[in-house]
């Protein structure tokens, strides 16, 4: 009798793990532009432009869905850094008509020619800590596999690597980067003329009037290069130098990668807007993230706002 009631319960587990998983009921089911920031400070910028707001909690996060420069949109926080961005993202997939992902954050630049404020809308976006890591012999680095032609060059043990992919339509990849949606990107460099950013930073209340901090230079939207992205907080100028030397980087981040891979396995349409807050390393005392990560997400949230407002639907 105790075997068959232990069959009988194996034979019951299976049937469980073997059901086909049932989808989510979606929370909402208009098509959506999904406007992605990471964190407070981006999200900020742009809640209060939202009309007709509706608030839905999951996982302890707020999505709100509404009006944004009179396209339907989805807001979010996605959360910091590389593996919250992935599961929200696919969360965000799953539970709600997502037509298009629009990125709007701040990053560290990369590229020597940018400057802080600027906002950068790259052609791809690669996880530049997904590598090998290298044994140390006489005679020099030896990776443990085998290095993929056509990789970006290592630093020192730090052997960059492909991601392997799969999606409906391109079956199984191996990737360094991933590509942004070419209209959306064609729309981007339309748009990118027209927009008037901020390049001062308002005189705290403590301050005297006019003690305001300026940049000496108005900000500009620039398109096209690659974005990289790890969990990291990056402000170190030799890795700097080597990621611009290496991958070709202009900006780096903690989520646009992670998003863009999400994005990638569901053929979603996706664009990052990424302004500057600082200079990953090459600032020239101190990070200036703290000083200006609040300009850098009002200047990418007027971008995405034009954006949005150009978009046909």
């Known amino acids: ?45 742009l809640v209060h432009a939202v009309q007709q707001p509706t608030a839905y909690q999951l996982n302890g996060m707020t999505y709100m869905t509404g009006v944004l420069e009179g396209k339907p949109v989805l807001l979010m926080q996605s959360g910091v850094s590389m593996v919250n961005a992935a599961m929200n993202t696919q969360l965000v997939i799953d539970r709600f ?63 960059p690597r492909p991601v392997r992919v799969s999606n409906a339509a391109q079956g199984t990849q191996h990737m360094f980067t991933f590509a942004m949606d070419p209209q959306l990107l064609d729309l981007a460099r339309k748009v990118a003329p027209t927009v008037k950013m901020e390049r001062c930073v308002a005189a705290a209340a403590t301050q005297r009037a006019g003690s305001e901090l300026c940049l000496p230079h108005d900000p500009k939207v620039v398109v096209g290069g690659t974005g990289v992205s790890a969990g990291v907080f990056a402000d170190n100028a030799k890795f700097r130098e080597y990621l611009h030397a290496a991958w070709k980087a202009r900006v780096l981040d903690m989520e646009s990668a992670a998003v863009a891979q999400v994005a990638y396995a569901n053929q979603v349409p996706t664009i990052v807007f990424r302004s500057l807050s600082d200079l990953a390393g090459g600032d020239r005392e101190k990070n200036m993230e703290d000083t200006f990560e609040h300009l850098a997400s009002v200047n990418s949230a007027h971008v995405v706002r034009a954006f949005l407002t150009a978009l046909p639907d």
């Open 1 to 45: 009798m105790r075997a068959m009631t232990v069959l009988a319960g194996a034979l019951a587990l299976s049937a469980t793990l073997s059901a086909p998983a049932r989808a989510a009921e979606k929370l909402d089911t208009v098509p959506r532009t999904l406007v992605m920031t990471a964190y407070e400070p981006e999200w900020n910028a």
């Open 97 to 159: 008509a997502v037509k298009r992902i629009v990125f709007s954050g701040i990053a560290g630049g990369v590229d020597p020619g940018l400057s802080i404020g600027d906002v950068i809308v790259a052609e791809n976006w690669g996880q530049y800590l997904e590598v090998s890591f290298a044994r140390q012999t006489d005679g020099g680095w030896l990776p443990p596999e085998k290095v993929t032609t056509g990789a970006p060059g290592n630093w020192e043990f730090m052997y």
